[in-house]
């Protein structure tokens, strides 16, 4: 019932708020996806490589980040390492949109490893994550 009241004065249109993010708030720029709310932020980071596996990290975690343009992005969180490491990583390639920067203002919710076929049909410009390791 009240789920009723809060949908009928609420403006909710029953969808979950997950499913309005993903379909409203997200840009996906192949390589990483950006909230596009000036108000958004990622709770996590999905880590995707190539072969399927997935590691998700919570934003909260993370000590600090590294960005070396000839190394790539190092996440430090609990610990642990995580290496990024590819081309344009913190290259505009959107107005005010930068992987790395947009990484430490907790706006990316995913990002994943290309393949070889969209390494290779890549824009010069375009941010390209050729390996992620944990």
Request: aromatic share 8%.
């Amino acid at each position: 019932m009240i789920d009723k009241i809060l949908d009928r004065y609420g403006g909710r249109d029953g969808a979950s708020d997950n499913e309005t993010r993903e379909e409203c708030d997200v840009d996906d720029f192949g390589t990483f996806g950006f909230l596009r709310g000036s108000r958004e932020r990622a709770t996590m980071l999905e880590l995707r490589k190539k072969d399927g596996s997935i590691l998700a990290v919570g934003y909260g975690w993370l000590e600090k980040l590294e960005f070396e343009p000839s190394d790539g992005i190092t996440l430090h969180l609990a610990g642990q390492k995580i290496r990024i490491k590819g081309r344009n990583l913190n290259r505009e390639v959107h107005p005010k949109v930068r992987l790395f920067e947009s990484v430490c203002r907790h706006r990316v919710p995913w990002l994943r490893e290309v393949g070889d076929v969209e390494d290779l049909a890549a824009r010069d410009g375009d941010a390209i994550v050729e390996v992620i390791e944990w």
